[in-house]
């Protein structure tokens, strides 16, 4: 009888463990990113652009705030609006959303490339964000008219 209450604590003291690690990561209320769909077009001009996808599963919100690049001392974040594109201080990231960087959309862009990366390079960044620590992502470089539709 007593072995048995023994396991039977046991068995109680881990599941307790296991909640406690749920709650501990669920009570962590930061935003959680993660990025995808990452690629550069080939550029055929001293510029170039970047597209990804940052995904935010945690429950406040961040901003991308600047990116950088070894390929360029001067990589910017822009809007598209009405067809023309012009710099931004940062882009929101919802908490449980989403942020795209997309064709025709927002974007990353290099100004003054070093060299010009071409399709099957990797082309190093890294993100910088308001709360989050940074996140060094690889771009490969596709060809020059890359689209991937997106769901
Ligand atoms: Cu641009």
Redesign the pocket.
């Known amino acids: 009888m007593t072995r048995r209450t023994t396991a039977l604590s046991a068995v109680a003291l881990a599941a307790a463990l296991a909640l406690s690690g749920c709650s501990t990561s669920s009570a962590d209320d930061g935003p959680k990113l993660d990025v995808s769909g990452a690629f550069m077009p080939q550029p055929v001009m001293n510029m170039a ?1 970047g597209f990804l996808t940052i995904k935010n599963t945690g429950g406040a919100a961040d901003k991308l705030t600047s990116v950088t690049s070894p390929l360029s001392d001067d990589v ?1 974040i ?1 809007e598209t609006k009405n067809q023309k ?1 012009q710099q931004v201080k940062s882009f929101d990231i919802p908490a449980n959303g989403e942020l795209n960087l997309e064709r025709g959309g927002n ?1 990353i ?1 290099f100004m003054n490339i070093k060299q010009k990366p071409v399709q099957g390079d990797k082309v190093s960044i890294q993100l910088h964000f308001e709360k989050s620590e940074p996140i060094t992502v690889e771009l490969p470089v596709e060809a020059p008219n890359h689209n991937p539709q997106k769901h």
């Open positions: 652009g910017q822009h594109m974007h862009m």
